[in-house]
């Protein structure tokens, strides 16, 4: 390719005779639409700041050393690499001008004839800047691991400590966020509280260790039916998780938690309470709502011919939910692949349809033969959702090697009560101040 | 086992009526004496810097892409979890006082009755400070995962770069070191070439990167039989790597590579051309030769009662070797398992038999159906020395999950002729000082 065409720009993106998609972010949105583009008739270029999509439903695994992260995430050449005319570049984007139709990044900039913004989400602390410098976020497999090693590393500090307040500080867990995350996350630390822990440390009194789950709102899983909710509640005060509904957060410094009905102590704080838009730099405040790009039923960014959002970071308000659709992996996919068949018929210069969104249901697990599942007006929990937890999750990972991996770990965990992958790999040491620097980028 | 006893250290290790043994490290000779040793009439203390074991051979895997961390490692509490008298704490040695039988951490000090030195060996960069500065090691997996992120990257940063020259030299990979982690890391690098890589980069022009295996002495694979060596000759040069031996690596500024016969232009130099051992603080210089411990033919110290030294770290002179037994994992294991019974039957007061090394044999791969290996005055090579390098590698793993992930991966990888964990998790920016740090430690 690269002989019959010449290179105009640092990104040594070839120029040919097509009409060209720059899709920035590989995540559900952005992946599924380069997998389902048209590469005969189209040029796509793919920016991602990471070189791997990464299947975030299980993320919480990997934090709590269930599985490792090559499980759960894949690399986006190896996905894309029967395309022909699509090209991945690793970069970060630094500004956008609709004017020129021009992205910059990094490490150079690129002309697109269709823009598809498919940023995702970022982790949301509502303006609260302590919480931001001291809680851990969940939101990449870097962060992850990060969570991962914190965790153990306060096993072993607690084993040395002499003053009792302290070792209980170490064993002390609080989760804020009642949603998925949170109470994936909440159900994972009990399994490790009841079956890893006592075994991995005699010399510890892991009945000391404490789990809280901190939830603003009256209910668990408030996006699911009443019954689901009910059932993840009891199974959560069943596996011994402290659930406190009605309960904000308001103050963090890396030791005491202060919220609005108790002070706890705690050098584990874990923020799953909510994310917001990732807005790259050159989006004008016009096209935003809640720090949401606003999408038409075409997902076109509004006010702008040729650019479209996708994903999290797109705000589609429909008829059926008029403040919005919700911030689903679901929802992306189902908006990647209609926009990859969308701009084909364009290009056609066909009449092109509305976005419908199918819901599919939603599903959350607290633990072993326990979860909740709402598929349309059917609602049920116990062993059977679990069990149809695992089969989608296993179903919905990118290919048969990963599925595989996860299912022998997952029949292992299940048959010996145990994880296999409690190590701890880099140590750590400090949150990195990246997300702060992030948002002065984008203020900057 | 707390309540009926007193907490007299900071280490809060229990004092009870029983010898006290202390082992620092946890590798391949300090783990098999801590599983080995009767914890119904000893108490032990396993102090490592790491919460896992690491299978060091199969460490190149991790490096390019073919395994995840958690199928080589394994954490130290799960192996040793049966054992009730036995206490392993995640710190680093400070110092041992072998006046007061002491040794200090970084958490606090703890008393010996015997103390087992088994911190193994590190890189050996032999005082070419420009080399350890901007070579990249392997020893830990750690090192691996950012010698696999720097691989990747610089694909990706070929991939932008218009000067040609600076192309090369970001698909320019030195390997220092003929032994087998350098021969079977340019066997790995020549798969990827062969198989993975033009897949991933088909803008990249995938036949112009070079992969140079340097080595000092006349032959590759030099412990081994001459017949063993010249086989994987033949098989690294088949596959594509460029070996030059009697050669020596003068200087690296990061970009140039000085060797006694050419120049290269290279952002990757790996260095795998030695080891020395990793000498804890309070060894003086009448314990070492050669930056290891002198010990008997009973693992002891010279001039020390009760302390004694196994695995690397350890110099043995035998009859057999006069210069010293090899630096093998399997004289490492061997001397742990002595050390184990040897000090049951010293507090027995039965007389004590010197420890005698069997040689099981010495293999090496360097790709697909490409490995040789020496047992005995046996010598054979192929795919039945592949084979065979698989099974016994796979049965050395520790657990059966690992065995059976790694067993995935690899099956995965014949057949599809592909890597699985091809992920940048944590990007690669600098080398950190870590090495030098360590040194000026031990110098201080």
């Not at 990647?336 to 701009?343: P, V």
């Not at 364009?346 to 072993?368: I, N, S």
């Amino acid at each position: 390719m690269t002989d019959t065409t010449t290179l105009n720009n640092t990104l040594n993106i070839p120029t040919i005779d097509l009409p060209r998609v720059v899709i920035i972010g590989g995540g559900f949105a952005g992946l599924k639409m380069a997998r389902l583009i048209n590469s005969d008739e189209i040029q796509t270029v793919l920016l991602d700041e990471n070189n791997h999509h990464t299947f975030q439903p299980l993320m919480y695994q990997v934090a709590t050393a269930g599985l490792e992260p090559d499980s759960i995430a894949y690399p986006l050449r190896k996905t894309l690499k029967t395309k022909k005319r699509t090209h991945i570049r690793m970069t970060k984007v630094t500004n956008i001008d609709f004017v020129k139709n021009m992205v910059h990044t990094t490490i150079g900039e690129i002309r697109y004839d269709y823009l598809v913004i498919a940023t995702g989400a970022k982790t949301n602390y509502f303006g609260n800047k302590n919480v931001e410098k001291h809680a851990m976020p969940m939101k990449s497999l870097t962060e992850s691991l990060d969570l991962r090693s914190l965790i153990l590393q306060n096993f072993e500090k607690a084993l040395t400590q002499s003053n009792e307040e302290e070792k209980d500080s170490f064993m002390n867990f609080m989760i804020v966020g009642g949603g998925p995350t949170g109470v994936e996350l909440a159900g994972a630390f009990a399994e490790l509280k009841k079956h890893v822990l006592p075994k991995d440390y005699p010399d510890l009194d892991i009945r000391r260790m404490q789990i809280h789950l901190i939830e603003a709102s009256p209910k668990v899983l408030s996006a699911m039916s009443d019954k689901s909710s009910n059932h993840a509640l009891e199974y959560l005060r069943k596996t011994g998780v402290n659930v406190w509904t009605d309960t904000l957060v308001k103050d963090y410094d890396g030791n005491t938690v202060t919220t609005s009905k108790e002070v706890f102590q705690s050098k584990t704080l874990i923020w799953a309470a909510g994310v917001t838009g990732n807005i790259p730099n050159g989006i004008r405040p016009e096209h935003l709502e809640n720090n949401r790009i606003i999408v038409d039923e075409y997902c076109r960014v509004k006010g702008l011919e040729n650019v479209y959002a996708i994903g999290d970071v797109a705000l589609m308000k429909t008829k059926e939910s008029p403040r919005g659709l919700p911030m689903l992996g679901s929802v992306a996919q189902q908006q990647g692949q209609y926009l990859a068949h969308s701009i084909k018929e364009q290009l056609k210069e066909k009449t092109v349809k509305k976005f419908k969104y199918t819901d599919k249901g939603t599903m959350a697990t607290v633990g072993r033969n326990l979860a909740v599942v709402d598929i349309g007006k059917i609602h049920f929990g116990g062993w059977f959702a679990w069990l149809t937890w695992l089969l989608v999750h296993l179903m919905l990972l990118v290919d048969f090697r990963s599925r595989l991996v996860v299912f022998v770990n997952w029949i292992w965990s299940y048959i010996n009560f145990d994880r296999g992958t409690r190590l701890i790999v880099r140590k750590f040491s400090k949150k990195p101040d990246k997300s702060v620097s992030q948002k002065e980028e984008l203020v900057a």
